[in-house]
């Protein structure tokens, strides 16, 4: 029996099939923008261009007409706070602030805004 000192090397053989490595491929050199043609900087889309944000500011939160014909059932829920129970307990360490406690609270504000806009 060979005995092996402690801060002794000791020869790993090596794999007999090691596994292929794809070669590593640089991404081509990155250009300004004024110095790319034209065809890289305009993207083809299908849809028409958005408006600008500036532009939208005041119906952001609205939805077109193409809405107005759905209609969504909102009913409470079975248990009230069913979702917060499905998640399970919170995986942060107990601190000063309850996360749990806000998500309940937020979780049922929502759900009777919901309920009262619905009538």
């Known amino acids: 029996m060979k005995t092996i000192r402690p801060g002794a090397r000791r020869a790993i053989p090596a794999d007999p099939a090691p596994v292929p490595v794809a070669p590593i491929r640089k991404p081509p050199p990155t250009q300004y ?3 790319l043609p034209e065809s890289v900087k305009v993207v083809p889309t299908i849809y028409p261009p958005s408006a600008p944000l500036e532009e939208s500011l005041d119906s952001f939160w609205t939805t077109g ?3 107005d014909g759905v209609e969504i059932a909102i ?3 079975e248990r009230p706070l069913g979702v917060l129970e ?3 307990p919170s995986p942060f360490p107990r601190g000063g602030f309850p996360m749990v406690g806000f998500l309940a609270t937020t979780y049922d504000k929502v759900g009777r ?3 009262e806009r619905k009538q």
């Open 86 to 88: 499905k998640l399970g």
């Open 113 to 115: 805004y919901a309920l």
């Open 65 to 67: 007409e193409e809405f």
């Open 75 to 77: 009913e409470p829920p």
């Open 33 to 35: 923008d004024d110095e």
